[in-house]
């Protein structure tokens, strides 16, 4: 059974940065990608990556976040910088996605993790 697990999340104040970790228990996925989640708001897409290099980012996140993906495709790195408050959410990881270029929507993903917070604070 594929299990993600997330790591890297907790509180920081609006400006800070913070570094989350996606990994994948014995498991190879050539596409991965990050969601985030704010209470009463519909599950958005933060970015995607693939084994062929390709990346892509949300508008929001395009200048502030950076991604990168183990070239073992078994981990996936979110780093987040100028955090605000509207990014205080749940972040969950995801991964068997086909490419990173068409990876928009949680239809695009097959396995998910469970989520680790992340609270921004004014």
């Known amino acids: 059974q594929v299990r993600l697990v997330e790591t890297g999340g907790g509180s920081v104040e609006a400006g800070g940065s913070l570094r989350l970790s996606c990994t994948a228990t014995?498991?190879?996925?050539?596409?991965m990608g990050w969601f985030r989640q704010a209470p009463g708001k519909e599950r958005e897409w933060v970015a995607s990556a693939d084994g062929a290099g390709t990346r892509a980012l949300a508008d929001f996140a395009q200048g502030r976040f950076a991604l990168s993906k183990d070239p073992s495709g078994k981990a996936l790195y979110l780093q987040m910088n100028s955090l605000t408050t509207d990014d205080t959410a749940m972040y969950y990881c995801?991964?068997?996605?086909?490419?990173?270029?068409?990876?928009?929507?949680?239809?695009?993903?097959?396995?998910w993790g469970q989520g680790t917070q992340v609270t921004v604070s004014s």
């Open positions: 014995d498991y190879y996925s050539y596409c």
């Open positions: 995801a991964a068997d996605c086909l490419t990173a270029r068409d990876a928009r929507t949680k239809s695009d993903f097959n396995f």
